[in-house]
């Protein structure tokens, strides 16, 4: 069965880096649907970065600049490369991936990691 397997986070002051990983396991790796997630306590989870249809890249705004994401297809795993992080980066990192529909041609995120706490001090 698929999933996908987080590693990566920690604390880190501000203005420090951290890189989160992403590995796929079980099922077919797809380049073109893949995804960053963050969830903060008391707020509504939100997609900083994504791989989207023809490798194209996208972020939320809060990260532009500060935020890559990355990828080795022949290894199965994408990245989360963080730059000048800020307390509000504080968070639940979350990735997700998976096949893009035959109707819609949309990602359907299907396998979701586990979950890697970053923490950002001042």
């Known amino acids: 069965q698929g999933h996908l397997v987080q590693s990566g986070g920690g604390s880190v002051q501000a203005g420090g880096s951290l890189r989160l990983s992403c590995a796929a396991a079980?099922?077919?790796?797809?380049?073109?649907?893949l995804a960053w997630f963050r969830q903060a306590p008391g707020k509504e989870r939100e997609k900083v970065a994504a791989i989207e249809k023809e490798l194209i890249t996208n972020y939320a705004d809060s990260v532009k600049g500060r935020f890559t994401i990355s990828q080795d297809p022949a290894k199965g795993t994408f990245y989360l490369q963080m730059n000048s992080l800020k307390r509000e980066d504080t968070a639940t990192y979350y990735c997700?991936?998976?096949?893009?529909?035959?109707?819609?041609?949309?990602?359907?995120?299907?396998?979701w990691g586990q979950g890697a706490q970053v923490t950002v001090s001042s």
């Open positions: 997700a991936a998976g096949p893009r529909s035959s109707v819609t041609r949309a990602c359907v995120l299907l396998y």
């Open positions: 079980g099922y077919t790796y797809n380049p073109n649907c």
